[in-house]
């Protein structure tokens, strides 16, 4: 696609990778760095704490909430984000690619899908499996859900 310049413009400027501690969401996220290098676009990293606001919490645990969640995402952001930070840049996956990256507390499915539509996003890519537990069994998968309710495409890495 060209510009009123003559400058090729990409088609997709805005991508979106859901990321957990699985190698599938490793592998997703090696799929989603090489689509926005290839595209050009920019890349937003996400890794969802799994987190209901219909949990029904004891007065003590509602005053400890807002220091449990800054804690919460810390924690994610050294175990999850920089590792997979750390990886890709050994990899060589980061060069020419604007990543930025985020921790958020909600129904990962849920909030994949709003952060799609309130950043612009394009794409969003997940992987198929992610840490896989009974709940996951019963009610389905991340990946599933998003790919039902994403307002963008949704690519799902094996």
């Known amino acids: 696609m060209s510009g009123a310049d003559g400058a090729r413009r990409p088609v997709m400027e805005s991508l979106l990778v859901g990321v957990d501690h ?7 996220a090696r799929f989603a760095l090489e689509r926005a290098h290839a595209l050009r676009a920019r890349l937003r990293i996400a890794h969802v704490i799994n987190w209901s606001r219909y949990h029904i919490q004891s007065l003590e645990e509602t005053f400890e909430r807002p220091v449990r969640r800054r804690e919460e995402i810390a924690r994610a952001q050294a175990e999850v984000l920089d590792p997979l930070l750390a990886w890709a840049e050994e990899e ?9 990256t985020s921790v958020e ?7 994949l899908a709003d952060m799609a539509a309130k950043e612009g996003s394009d794409l969003i890519f997940v ?12 009610f389905g998968s991340t990946a599933s ?3 039902q309710h ?8 094996p």
């Open 22 to 28: 699985s190698e599938s969401a490793r592998r997703a």
């Open 92 to 100: 060589g996956l980061l060069e020419g690619v604007e990543v930025t």
């Open 105 to 111: 507390h909600g129904r990962p499915s849920e909030v």
């Open 127 to 138: 992987g198929r499996t992610g840490e896989a537990n009974l709940r996951t069994a019963i």
């Open 145 to 147: 859900r998003l790919a």
């Open 150 to 157: 994403a307002p963008v495409a949704v690519v799902v890495v």
